[in-house]
């Protein structure tokens, strides 16, 4: 008797020893094959920084499509994976049934779902969302983020493909004191606040973001340098007015004491507007006085636009059925329909990105490091300026062969150290911030000021990332985002936004039409089989114990 109470004694301090190591040494194993679990290190930065209760809040609770149960378990995994690295990250689900007022004035709008359930179609309305609360200071994520797809099982995807990022970069931003300052240059007939906003409201939601005006510089222009060169980047939207040796300086030394630029310029003049209300247009070259100042950074905008096949369509008006117009989206090959550099994390798997009346670029040899960003397809054609530009050549036939132009450059990453333009030349002013080669940089050229320009809708600003009209959706934002983001030096974070996944979906066709057999195999067959087996155990026992 003794002997067995010390057994059992012995058990249970080896039981209870084991227990205490495994709350002590506590390890997750990742087994999946692209280590979807696995935490960046750029995660793992973030989270680590986290220094007080950290919460949650994901309104994925309730009642909803079945397949959408598939986003719940992945967030709550991946949020399982925060906690489990930082104790002070608190997570919650709660069902948004009962606050969709409260949510929608937060900015959480609900989606609208078509659900495909026993061979039915149905509607569902969710709200992919969720809430980072840091003392006082919150922010919301968007659980099911706006993505170009062809199937709701894609949309799922790219869903489950982009919780890393969407809520690394929630985290990264609360916690940040202070913001970088982002200037949007005027002064010069940039494009107007109005036709910026579905792309610069993005950026505001990171950033300190603020007009900044070049007209001062004839006044004071050692103020203006002065003060530009407290933004950390320049974004210089669609100038139609000449810049002048002034406030050409001011730019050069803003680049030369290290501030990033991003340039979205037009050198011919040309506007689908125009041509829209007139049906033709003349398209001539636009001087705004940049091409010495691009030349000495290693690129040259030329005046020449590029016409691709592959191209963005535009609604035409083919005829009148009772006195009412009819259209009809046809491809406008002066819209090239553009691919992003797959090997640079700014445009890996971005979506084709529309440009306007794009000008080709040309890049020269210097210490500069030159990376393609958006390029057109091998069918294009170069377009002389001046030119007159009908649109009813929208109609004309397509000869290939007048297509041969090759790859054209329409955006470019330019890193290094960049030299003044101004170098071994006569200043326009004196300044005691001068400087003939800055320390290692960053910008971006893109030779379409039409690339972030939104339309209007009702008076409201429309999504940069739609058309209007065709309906047709675009990568434009998320190229100038990641353009930003990446001028920025949060290159970490692009990273995590082109991440990966291999997800398996089920085929709900499929497992309608065999769903008989697979209810059978689940569920009867192993009644049947346990049924059989009970049977077979009683007649041998019963033949083994009558004898």
């Keep these: 008797m003794n002997k067995s109470i010390k057994n059992i004694s012995i058990v249970i301090v080896l039981l209870i020893s084991i227990n205490l190591l495994n709350q002590s040494f506590y390890k997750r194993f990742d087994i999946t094959k692209d280590k979807r679990y696995t935490l960046s290190e750029t995660t793992k930065s973030s989270i680590a920084k986290v220094d007080k209760n950290l919460f949650i809040t994901v309104y994925l609770e309730g009642d909803f499509p079945s397949e959408f149960k598939r986003l719940q378990v992945e967030t709550q995994q991946y949020l399982e994976e925060l906690s489990s690295e930082n104790s002070r990250i608190k997570i919650n689900f709660e069902n948004p049934d009962n606050q969709r007022e409260a949510l929608i004035k937060k900015g ?43 199937s709701q099982e894609e949309q799922l995807q790219k869903a489950i493909e982009n919780l890393e990022y969407s809520f690394t970069n929630a985290i990264h931003t609360i916690q940040l004191k202070t913001q970088k300052k982002v200037g949007i240059i005027t002064g010069n007939g940039e494009l107007k606040d109005i036709y910026q906003y579905s792309f610069l409201s993005e950026v505001a939601k990171k950033y300190r973001l603020a007009k900044f005006t070049l007209d001062s510089v004839e006044s004071n222009a050692n103020k203006t340098l002065q003060d530009l ?109 553009v691919n992003g550099n797959p090997n640079h994390t700014i445009t890996k798997n971005v979506s084709p990105v529309r440009l306007q009346f794009a000008n080709q670029i040309d890049t020269l040899k210097n210490n500069i490091k030159k990376t393609p960003l958006l390029v057109s397809s091998l069918l294009t054609q170069k377009v002389g300026t001046p030119k007159i530009i009908e649109l009813q050549s929208i109609a004309d036939e397509v000869i290939e062969t007048d297509y041969k132009g090759g790859h054209q450059l329409f955006a470019v990453l330019l890193e290094g150290s960049f030299n003044s333009a101004y170098k071994n030349r006569v200043k326009p002013f004196k300044t005691t911030l001068l400087k003939e080669q800055s320390k290692p940089s960053k910008m971006i050229v893109i030779s379409d000021g039409d690339i972030g320009k939104n339309q209007i809708l009702k008076g409201q600003p429309y999504d940069l990332a739609r058309d209007k009209w065709t309906n047709q959706q675009f990568g434009n934002k998320d190229f100038l985002l990641n353009a930003v983001d990446y001028l920025l030096d949060d290159a970490g974070l692009l990273k995590l936004r082109n991440k990966n996944l291999k997800i398996k979906m089920l085929d709900k066709q499929k497992a309608y039409k065999e769903r008989t057999f697979w209810q059978f195999l689940n569920l009867i067959l192993p009644l049947i089989l346990l049924f059989a087996f009970g049977l077979t155990f009683n007649f041998l026992r019963k033949r083994k114990y009558s004898k």
């Design 108 to 150: 959480m709008m609900p989606s609208q779902l078509t659900v495909e359930e026993d061979g039915k179609m149905s509607e569902a309305i969710i709200f992919p969302w969720a809430e980072v609360s840091l003392g006082s200071k919150s922010t919301i994520v968007s659980l099911l983020p706006n993505a170009i797809v062809a």
């Design 229 to 337: 060169t407290n933004l950390d980047l320049a974004i210089i939207a669609k100038p139609t007015v000449k810049f002048t040796d002034k406030e050409k300086f001011v730019l050069d030394q803003f680049i030369t004491n290290g501030g990033k630029t991003l340039w979205m310029i037009d050198n011919v003049q040309a506007d689908q507007d125009s041509l829209a209300n007139s049906g033709k247009m003349l398209a001539y070259p636009r001087d705004l006085g940049l091409t010495n100042l691009l030349f000495s950074y290693g690129i040259r905008i030329n005046t020449s636009l590029i016409k691709d096949l592959y191209s963005a369509k535009i609604p035409v008006a083919t005829g009148q059925v009772a006195n009412q117009p009819q259209f009809k989206n046809l491809d406008w090959f002066y819209h090239p329909l």
